[in-house]
């Protein structure tokens, strides 16, 4: 399977510090779903702050759920037009050598 990877970029007037944050309740709202387990081996993220991104990475419906509370939480807490959504897919893994 395939790991999928979102960008999220915020305006010039958005604490990444505090999106982080939110970011944080985000991963706590997914362990009520699914455990701490598997977000823990299921979703992985960054913070570049120098971008004002954060970008969050994983795979499965784990990942989705994640990415579906961040966002509603980041549209409440600074608005539709402070953030960007990017997906992408990430690098397939290199094949192990025979």
Known sequence: ???????????????VADA???????LLAAEGLHGDAKVRTDVAYSVDPV???IHVSGRGV???HVVQIF????????????????????AEPAAAAA
């Open 71 to 90: 966002t509603s939480l980041l549209t409440h807490e600074f608005g539709r037009e402070a953030f960007r959504i990017r997906r992408e897919p990430s």
């Open 1 to 15: 399977m395939r790991d999928t990877q979102f960008r999220f970029q915020f305006a010039a007037d958005v604490d």
């Open 51 to 53: 971008r004002s991104e």
């Open 20 to 26: 982080q944050g939110t970011l944080g309740l985000s």
């Open 62 to 64: 784990t990942l989705d």
